[in-house]
């Protein structure tokens, strides 16, 4: 039996080594499997890289799969859960705010027959007024989208067996949350509290201003951006031209006319007709919308791309071949 443990890490250079030394280390010094850590490099600007190849010398459990730029965690995870063999695999952040120690009781539930463990965060914890109503209506909101497999503070904090693992190899789509897409699948889960913890050093980067970027970049990158600003224009035309309708009929045959403005028919029409063209001009923002985003999936563009010369000890070279379900071919 083996255990593969996969842990993305972006610019931690500042905690990465504590982390290692002081809180994963001695917990994997006392786990009875063999295990296989899997560093996930996406990208980082610092010099997290550099230390993590060091650390890898010290420890020949270590892999180290290096992205050739950041693809961000979600996609981190899915390339460290295919490139992992154990017939456990565990994911955890690099940043210490999810306790290795933890792994214990995920190793005993999987023992016990559960498939997917989830370390669940906010039991424990106090949260203000305002993002703890926040919170209830975003999982409210969720449950009544249909999204009812999501237990509220479940994290990427978890173990999943090898069954779930090979199943979760074989989705394909490009927008991924991991941990929503686990929660889809099914399988015999076991939830586990615990406390969310601070982070060792540095700052978290999934902050306002990257999501923003990244959704800005994300606009850019497919092209998409100037759908949106046509449909706002479109609602805005739709919405004028509605209102200035009813204006006129108010004004005119209400009122009887009491600002003298003396509608005639053929203006009327011309704001009817200003009223389809704003309603034509918003539907066909949505449809493009949608269709942008079967364009992105039908790109078949790799999740990711791996900079091998970085990369240290893996067990294949192709990740992605194994997710077209092609044959690996391994390392010799
Ligand atoms: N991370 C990553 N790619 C990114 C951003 C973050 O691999 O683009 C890693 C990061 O190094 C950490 C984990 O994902 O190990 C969680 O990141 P962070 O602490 O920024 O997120 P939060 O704790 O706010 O969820
Ligand atoms: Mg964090």
Redesign the pocket.
């Known amino acids: 039996m083996k255990l593969s443990f996969v842990?993305?890490?972006?610019?931690?250079e500042k905690g990465f080594r504590k982390f290692y030394n002081n809180l994963l280390l001695p917990e994997l010094k006392k786990i009875k499997y063999d295990y296989e850590l899997i560093l996930?490099n996406?990208g980082s600007k610092d010099k997290t890289l550099n230390i993590i190849q060091k650390v890898a010398k010290t420890d020949k459990n270590i892999k180290i799969l290096c992205f050739s730029r950041?693809f961000?965690?979600e996609v981190?995870l899915t390339a460290g859960i295919r490139e992992a063999v154990g017939d456990a695999i565990i994911t955890m952040?690099?940043?210490g705010?999810q306790p290795p120690k933890l792994i214990h009781d995920f190793i005993k539930k999987w023992e016990e027959g559960g498939e997917i463990i989830i370390g669940v965060r906010g039991k424990y914890e106090k949260h203000g007024f305002i993002a703890k109503i926040g919170s209830k209506i975003f999982y409210k909101i969720l449950n009544a989208m249909g999204v009812k497999d999501t237990v509220p503070g479940s994290t990427d904090f978890r173990l999943i067996d090898r069954c779930v693992a090979d199943e979760y190899n074989k989705l394909t789509e490009h927008g991924r949350i991991t941990r929503g897409l686990m929660d889809w699948m099914g399988f015999n889960k076991v939830y586990i509290d615990y406390i969310y913890g601070n982070?060792l050093a540095g700052k978290?980067?999934?902050n306002f201003r990257k999501l923003f970027q990244l959704a800005i970049d994300s606009f850019v990158s497919l092209s998409v951006t100037p759908l949106v600003v046509l449909g706002w224009i479109g609602c805005f035309i739709t919405i004028a031209s509605f209102i200035l309708g009813l204006f006129i009929l108010i004004e005119e045959f209400i009122m009887g006319d009491p600002l003298q403005l003396g509608w005639t028919g053929t203006s009327c029409l011309s704001i009817f007709i200003t009223f389809l063209v704003g309603l034509i001009l918003t539907s066909q923002a949505i449809i493009a919308l949608y269709i942008s985003h079967i364009h992105a999936e039908a790109q078949g563009r790799p999740l990711y791309i791996i900079d091998y010369k970085n990369s240290r000890n893996l067990n294949r070279d192709n990740t992605t071949s194994r997710h077209r379900g092609e044959e690996p071919r391994r390392l010799s």
């Open positions: 842990i993305p890490v972006y610019n931690e996930v996406d950041n961000g965690k981190a952040d690099a940043d705010q982070r978290p980067s999934y």
